[in-house]
Protein backbone atom coordinates (compact mmCIF):
# COMPACT_ATOMS: atom_id res chain seq x y z
CA UNK A 1 0.00 0.00 0.00
CA UNK A 2 0.87 4.09 -0.74
CA UNK A 3 -1.03 6.03 1.56
CA UNK A 4 -1.88 9.25 -0.56
CA UNK A 5 -3.02 12.50 1.06
CA UNK A 6 -4.19 15.36 -1.40
CA UNK A 7 -3.92 18.81 0.08
CA UNK A 8 -4.75 22.63 -1.36
CA UNK A 9 -7.61 22.31 -2.78
CA UNK A 10 -10.44 25.37 -2.08
CA UNK A 11 -12.83 27.83 -3.84
CA UNK A 12 -11.13 30.13 -5.90
CA UNK A 13 -11.92 32.63 -8.34
CA UNK A 14 -12.19 32.11 -11.94
CA UNK A 15 -8.65 33.25 -13.71
CA UNK A 16 -7.09 32.55 -9.91
CA UNK A 17 -4.56 30.12 -8.96
CA UNK A 18 -4.01 26.90 -6.67
CA UNK A 19 -1.80 24.08 -5.94
CA UNK A 20 -1.94 20.84 -5.08
CA UNK A 21 -0.17 18.57 -3.45
CA UNK A 22 0.16 15.14 -3.07
CA UNK A 23 2.79 13.37 -0.36
CA UNK A 24 3.04 9.77 0.73
CA UNK A 25 4.47 9.32 4.19
CA UNK A 26 6.76 5.82 4.91
CA UNK A 27 7.18 5.57 0.57
CA UNK A 28 9.33 6.70 -1.70
CA UNK A 29 7.48 7.56 -4.67
CA UNK A 30 10.59 7.77 -7.13
CA UNK A 31 9.56 4.42 -9.05
CA UNK A 32 5.99 5.48 -9.98
CA UNK A 33 4.34 7.12 -11.84
CA UNK A 34 2.31 9.69 -10.43
CA UNK A 35 -1.23 11.20 -11.69
CA UNK A 36 -3.50 13.63 -11.28
CA UNK A 37 -7.30 13.16 -12.06
CA UNK A 38 -10.17 14.64 -11.20
CA UNK A 39 -14.05 13.99 -11.12
CA UNK A 40 -17.00 16.82 -11.23
CA UNK A 41 -20.27 15.89 -10.02
CA UNK A 42 -22.29 13.64 -12.41
CA UNK A 43 -19.38 12.56 -14.28
CA UNK A 44 -16.53 10.26 -14.61
CA UNK A 45 -13.31 10.35 -13.19
CA UNK A 46 -10.57 11.85 -15.57
CA UNK A 47 -6.99 12.05 -16.31
CA UNK A 48 -5.66 15.87 -15.32
CA UNK A 49 -1.78 14.98 -15.62
CA UNK A 50 0.70 12.50 -15.30
CA UNK A 51 4.95 12.73 -14.07
CA UNK A 52 7.55 9.65 -15.02
CA UNK A 53 9.06 8.43 -11.82
CA UNK A 54 12.17 10.77 -12.46
CA UNK A 55 9.69 13.65 -13.37
CA UNK A 56 11.83 13.54 -17.26
CA UNK A 57 8.11 12.98 -18.75
CA UNK A 58 4.60 14.50 -18.67
CA UNK A 59 1.18 14.05 -19.97
CA UNK A 60 -1.73 16.75 -20.07
CA UNK A 61 -5.12 16.42 -21.14
CA UNK A 62 -5.69 19.15 -23.78
CA UNK A 63 -8.18 20.62 -21.50
CA UNK A 64 -5.63 22.07 -18.99
CA UNK A 65 -2.17 22.21 -21.23
CA UNK A 66 -0.95 25.14 -20.76
CA UNK A 67 -2.46 26.30 -17.56
CA UNK A 68 -1.23 23.46 -15.68
CA UNK A 69 1.48 21.82 -14.32
CA UNK A 70 2.63 18.84 -12.69
CA UNK A 71 5.74 18.53 -10.84
CA UNK A 72 7.43 16.33 -8.43
CA UNK A 73 10.37 16.57 -5.46
CA UNK A 74 10.98 13.09 -5.03
CA UNK A 75 13.33 14.21 -1.74
CA UNK A 76 10.05 15.53 -0.11
CA UNK A 77 8.23 12.41 -1.42
CA UNK A 78 5.73 14.78 -2.96
CA UNK A 79 3.50 15.44 -6.23
CA UNK A 80 2.30 18.58 -7.04
CA UNK A 81 -0.34 20.22 -9.47
CA UNK A 82 0.29 24.07 -10.26
CA UNK A 83 -3.65 25.26 -11.40
CA UNK A 84 -3.55 28.63 -13.14
CA UNK A 85 -5.77 30.69 -14.93
CA UNK A 86 -8.67 28.29 -13.68
CA UNK A 87 -11.76 28.02 -15.00
CA UNK A 88 -15.30 27.05 -13.32
CA UNK A 89 -15.53 24.09 -15.81
CA UNK A 90 -12.56 23.07 -13.65
CA UNK A 91 -13.89 22.91 -10.25
CA UNK A 92 -13.93 18.77 -9.11
CA UNK A 93 -12.59 16.68 -6.72
CA UNK A 94 -8.94 16.19 -7.63
CA UNK A 95 -7.36 12.93 -6.56
CA UNK A 96 -3.70 11.86 -7.24
CA UNK A 97 -2.28 8.33 -7.70
CA UNK A 98 0.58 6.29 -7.97
CA UNK A 99 1.13 3.70 -11.01
CA UNK A 100 4.01 0.57 -10.75
CA UNK A 101 3.50 -0.45 -14.04
CA UNK A 102 4.21 3.21 -15.99
CA UNK A 103 6.33 5.15 -17.49
CA UNK A 104 3.19 7.31 -17.76
CA UNK A 105 -0.89 6.64 -17.93
CA UNK A 106 -3.46 8.12 -18.69
CA UNK A 107 -6.36 5.81 -17.63
CA UNK A 108 -7.17 5.20 -14.37
CA UNK A 109 -6.96 1.48 -15.11
CA UNK A 110 -3.34 1.35 -14.77
CA UNK A 111 -3.28 3.30 -11.38
CA UNK A 112 -2.71 1.10 -8.14
CA UNK A 113 -2.87 3.63 -5.16
CA UNK A 114 -5.28 6.35 -4.72
CA UNK A 115 -6.01 9.36 -2.30
CA UNK A 116 -9.16 10.55 -0.90
CA UNK A 117 -9.22 13.49 -2.93
CA UNK A 118 -9.00 17.43 -2.39
CA UNK A 119 -11.97 19.48 -3.37
CA UNK A 120 -11.45 22.41 -6.14
CA UNK A 121 -14.26 25.06 -7.03
CA UNK A 122 -13.99 27.77 -9.18
CA UNK A 123 -16.26 30.39 -9.24
CA UNK A 124 -17.19 32.64 -11.76
Known amino acids: QVPLVESGGGLVQAGGSLRLSCAAS????????MGWFRQAPGKEREFVAA????????DYADSVKGRFTISRDNAKNTVYLQMNSLKPEDTAVYYC?????????????????WGQGTPVTVSS
Open 97 to 113: AAAQRAYLAVTTTWYDF
Open 26 to 33: GQTLSSYC
Open 51 to 58: ISGSGSGT
